[in-house]
């Protein structure tokens, strides 16, 4: 009796070591690193690895490793000193091309590298961080989209010699004509333009209404949402930070996880920063259609400015600070097809005047009947007016900012503008000393509360105990292992989670002992005492277990950020704890007792 | 070892002592709801949304020199307090909706930084009102979504009369752990939701643990009135359901005094929650049970079609 077949016994251990192994990655610790990812996300090769290597070794410097990780260059260091050399070097060298991070990396031995596994990864509240949630503008998204169809129908409208006038609020154009023939007229040529636009009447037979549909004003969100993910991964890989995460979030909200950042002012700076730049031609007679005044920043005079835009910031595909003459100045290098319109402009237009209008939106509360509302208020303004004396093309450079300004409209430049603006609605930082201390604290409990629990079941069930806290101790290797394979990170709440499970699991064992018990004091030999302690405890201990699971399963599904946290540890926890405290317990046990003729029980 | 001798006979759920009990928990539930009703929760900034530093001096920190210079700076509404040791303080504002959050940020930090001290700014969270009452909202869903599900699991498993004993139950250590922080005011965060469930989750598991044992009795033990065999289950599980809290405990403890100041709400929680919840799956659980009647009949199965034994002779 109580005996396991060994495929059982083996299968056990199999686990086991399994779990060991998965486990193994996180003794090691880590050390100072330096990673390099392309820019464009192209997965680097050997012949780029030894590259950098030579890079870094001319500078002195040797890698105590360097290898490729997701097709990323990874190279550890014995000193922060070294760490810095490398890291410096090697964005002077590749500053324009890749993203050059300090680091962190573990210091695995390449055997447990190459088979692939990972130490679990440390959340922010442990190594250091900024998290940010951001939401982007959809409003201004749409809005700015029913500009482009106002100016398209202004402009075809026109061609068609149709008398009209097409304004826009609450994201509807509304179009005035000046007969119902024209209306209709009015109506084919929009219907042509956009079939999928929502055309109605208006109030009078003579005007027209025009919006987008739902499914156009989905497209144009997910577009936006898009769009800025992507602009928001070049700014941050502008930026220089290992580990980026930058990830949607439901509809209209966008993650951005940046782990290590000291300095979360500049980073928030060029996150949500909208600025960007258009070049249009003075009107001299100032009374051309379309027309307006721009204000003048600082002592830049005002200026009446041509609709047309000559060339606008998302045709700008490289921009970097310089200065002449001691004034900080951008240098600009637009596309082809803008380049080429700047050609045509500056040959028609020498000796005239053209301006540079910087472009920003900031988000305000403002009172509106005694509610709070969110608005967007955008600035236009000239920052430098010059005239044409010669012609150019795709090169040229502005000026008229201030050095902190022209570094980041340079950054912001190349890294392409949002398309809608986005704001920060959450964000925490968490300094690297509390990091290191939320470690330290977290560990120091778990490994306080996991002794006082072992040398409790230890003294209160002698032998059966200890067989307890053989299966508490692989339980923890198995939340670790679980942890790691998953690359969930752990944070300060799922250290919590885990101390709570090395509580809650020898719950298991002691609903198994106390009915062995039970049954021993019913004058059941110790043999059958054990197997009906194991049977008759299993649907208490499921039905526990599985109570539990659905609230930590609640948790994980709804909860947010730490409560998430929490809940994945308690989760993994409770699964490995079935595991460990029925089965491994019962294996041991098997092992020690099974079979022999017992006069009483260790229990 | 034994921490109670083998057999005992707790006489826990006779009428009077179930009227005791029923005495303590409405006080408990009363004086819980009385005082989040008028007292209210220590909300984080988690749910009201606003600023919050952690900042770290080098020498123990002068409350009311930082509590003046940061009222000098025109933060009137900030609340200053230690946090944990004497070098560390936390500065909590209000959401501040006429300036940005990084503007507000820089002048906190050169409003603290003014007094000429070296100080490692340790944490720094800003969050808006709209994202906090968005978590508040999430928080109360998963509390409710959770005592649902556990509702619909335990009638499966057992019989509505349990269901509704578990659930009135766990409402209830509910309640009385968050009327706890609302009493000592205790700082009410998003890790406290998260403990308040965990809480839900530990002593439903000891409810369910009784319950099992009373199922197993009912169906056993002939003859024997509900009361009788539900007293008999609870103190066959006394050994079990005090060890398993004893060492929950023992964890929590170390959590709560070596864990640090972010995580002792959490602790603190789970520690009332578990005091709680380990009387109310003794006493309330089984008590609203016996209230609705509960017996062995309901634990049978009911047979599947009863005109056919009207049709019999």
Redesign the interface.
């Known amino acids: 009796m109580n005996k396991y077949p060994s495929w059982l016994n083996a299968l056990v251990l199999a686990i086991l070591l399994a779990g060991c192994l998965l486990a193994l990655p996180n003794i090691y610790g880590s050390v100072e690193a330096v990673q390099i990812a392309d820019n464009d996300g192209v997965a680097y090769d050997e012949a780029r690895l030894d590259e950098y290597v030579r890079v870094v070794e001319n500078a002195g410097v040797t890698p105590e490793a360097a290898f490729l990780q997701d097709g990323r260059v990874v190279m550890r260091f014995n000193s922060t000193e070294d760490q810095e050399i490398a890291g410096e070097r090697l964005k002077a060298a590749y500053e324009r091309d890749a993203n050059v991070a300090a680091t962190l990396a573990p210091r695995l031995p390449d055997w447990v590298r190459k088979l692939g596994l990972n130490p679990m990864s440390l959340g922010l509240d442990l190594r250091g961080g900024v998290y940010v ?1 951001l939401e982007v503008d959809m409003a201004t998204a749409i809005d700015s989209r029913m500009k482009g169809y106002q100016q398209d129908f202004d402009d075809r409208l026109r061609d068609a010699r149709i008398r009209h006038r097409v304004d826009l609020a609450d994201q509807r154009l509304s179009i005035r004509l000046t007969s119902a023939e024209d209306a209709q007229a009015a109506r084919a040529i929009i219907e042509r333009t956009d079939p999928n636009l929502l055309v109605g009447n208006g109030a009078d037979g003579n005007s027209l209404t025009v919006r987008m549909s739902e499914a156009q004003i989905k497209e144009r969100q997910d577009f936006a949402i898009e769009q800025n993910l992507t602009t928001l991964r070049n700014r941050v890989n502008q930026l220089g930070v290992a580990e980026p995460l930058v990830q949607r979030q439901g509809v209209d909200r966008i993650v951005v996880q940046l782990p290590g950042v000291q300095d ?2 500049q980073l ?2 060029i996150l949500t920063a909208t600025a960007t730049l258009e070049f249009r031609l003075v009107d001299m007679s100032g009374d051309e259609p379309g027309s307006r005044r721009y204000p003048g920043r600082g002592d830049e005079s005002s200026q009446v400015l041509k609709r047309q835009v000559i060339a606008s910031g998302d045709q700008i595909i490289d921009a970097r600070t310089g200065s002449d003459q001691g004034q900080p100045i951008v240098s600009i290098t637009l596309d082809s097809a803008a380049g080429e319109r700047m050609l045509q402009t500056t040959m028609d237009n020498l000796n005239k005047p053209m301006s540079t209008v910087f472009i920003e939106s ?1 988000r305000e ?1 403002v009172m509106r009947n005694g509610v ?1 509302e969110q608005r967007t208020v955008k600035t236009e303004e000239v920052i430098n007016t010059a005239t044409i004396r010669g012609v150019f093309k795709n090169r040229f450079q502005i000026s008229g900012l201030t050095p902190a300004e022209a570094y980041d409209l340079a950054l912001l430049l190349r890294a392409g503008a949002l398309a809608a603006p986005v704001y ?8 690297p ?2 990091g290191q ?2 470690i330290d ?2 560990f ?2 778990i490994k ?3 002794l ?2 072992i040398v ?2 230890a ?2 069930y ?1 032998a059966f105990g200890l067989i307890a806290n053989v299966a508490l101790l692989s339980n923890l290797v198995f939340i670790v292992a679980m942890l790691s394979v998953l690359g969930a990170s752990l944070t ?2 799922g ?2 989670g885990i ?2 499970t ?3 699991a ?2 298991a064992n ?2 198994i002992f ?1 009915r062995i ?2 049954e021993l ?1 019913g004058g059941a030999p110790p043999q059958s005492a054990i197997n009906a302690g194991y049977e ?1 405890a299993l ?2 201990i499921t ?6 699971l ?3 399963v ?2 994980f599904a ?6 998430k946290g ?2 994945i540890t ?1 989760l993994l926890g409770i699964i490995t704890s079935m595991f460990t405290a029925i089965v491994g317990t019962r294996a041991i046990v098997n092992l020690i007792f099974g079979g022999r003729k017992l006069q009483s029980l260790p229990v | 070892m034994r921490l109670i001798k083998t057999k005992t006979t707790i006489d826990f759920l006779s009428s009077g002592r179930r009227k005791i009990a029923l005495a303590i928990s409405a006080v408990l539930v009363v004086v819980s709801l009385v005082s989040l009703a008028t007292r209210g929760l220590e909300f984080g900034i988690d749910f009201t949304g606003g600023i919050l530093l952690e900042v770290g001096y080098e020498q123990p920190a002068d409350l009311e020199q930082i509590r003046g210079s940061l009222s000098n700076a025109g933060f009137e509404d900030a609340q200053v307090q230690l946090f944990g040791r004497e070098t560390d303080v936390l500065v909590r504002l209000p959401p501040q909706p006429q300036e940005s959050s990084e503007s507000v940020r820089q002048r906190l930090q050169t409003t603290l930084e003014s007094g000429g001290q070296n100080i490692d700014l340790r944490r720094v969270e800003s969050v808006s009102a709209q994202v906090g009452s968005e978590l508040a909202e999430r928080g109360a869903l998963a509390m409710v979504v959770a005592l649902l599900l556990i509702f619909i699991y335990v009638m499966i498993r057992f019989q509505w009369k349990f269901s509704a004993g578990a659930v009135a139950a766990l409402a209830h250590d509910a309640i009385v752990t968050v009327g706890f922080f609302s009493i000592f005011r205790f700082p009410f965060d998003l890790t406290v939701v998260a403990a308040v469930l965990a809480v839900i989750g530990y002593s439903l598991n000891d409810t369910v643990v009784a319950f099992d044992r009373i199922r197993e009795n009912f169906l056993s033990l002939r003859g024997v009135s509900a009361e009788d065999a539900m007293n008999t289950s609870i103190n066959e599980m006394l050994a079990r359901t005090l060890i398993t809290g004893l060492t929950t405990l023992l964890v929590l403890a170390a959590l709560l005094v070596l864990g640090g100041e972010s995580i002792a709400p959490f602790s603190i929680a789970l520690i009332v929650g578990i005091i709680i919840g380990t009387y109310s799956s003794i006493y309330t659980a089984s008590a609203t049970a016996l209230a609705l009647n509960v017996n062995p009949q309901d634990l049978i199965e009911p047979i599947k079609n009863p005109e056919l034994i009207d049709d019999l002779p």
Request: glycine content about 8%; charged content about 20%.
């Open positions: 949630l979360p002012n928030k700076r900031r509360t709070e920060t609605i959450d964000e925490r930082t968490i300094g000393s509390l201390d939320n604290r977290g120091n409990a306080i509360g996991f006082a629990v409790f079941m003294i209160y002698r300060l709440p250290i919590a101390v709570l090395v509580g809650m020898v719950d002691v609903l106390e018990r039970e004091a008759k649907s208490s039905d526990a277990n599985i109570t539990t659905i609230a930590a609640v948790l709804i909860g947010t950020g730490p409560v929490f809940a308690l």
